[in-house]
Nanobody
Framework: VQLVESGGGSVQSGGSLRLSCAAS????????MSWVRQAPGKGPEWVSS????????YYSPYVKGRFTISRDNAKKTLYLQMNNLRSDDTARYYC???????????RGQGTQVTVSS
């Protein structure tokens, strides 16, 4: 299993970013996938998940209405569109296999998102 995130960067509050996660080494189309973030000095925080079967989406209340998770099974890629970013969204964002946060699931190296006010 290999997961490679990209798309992070530094933006001002209110800005947008689109994260991508390229997957390989497993049957991507059948697996639920998730985004999890970790801010400095804090534990992992689940952000969003999408099922593999029908693409149902789920969000943390902290990001619902601002973030959109999606997937392209043909490209084996997971996305996270992040709009109206706030300073408390600053964190390293990881894609994980599976639904929700499970430290035993595979994850990528992460991509840093920094939001300045």
């Amino acid at each position: 299993v290999q997961l490679v995130e990209s798309g992070g960067g530094s933006v001002q509050s209110g800005g947008s970013l689109r994260l991508s996660c390229a997957a390989s080494g497993f049957d991507f189309s059948t697996r639920s996938m998730s985004w999890v973030r970790q801010a400095p000095g804090k534990g992992p925080e689940w952000v969003s998940s999408i099922t593999g079967s029908n693409g149902s989406t789920y969000y943390s209340p902290y990001v619902k209405g601002r973030f959109t998770i999606s997937r392209d099974n043909a490209k084996k890629t997971l996305y996270l569109q992040m709009n109206n970013l706030r300073s408390d969204d600053t964190a390293r964002y990881y894609c994980y296999t599976g639904f929700g946060y499970n430290e035993n699931e595979a994850r990528g190296q992460g991509t840093q998102v920094t939001v300045s006010s």
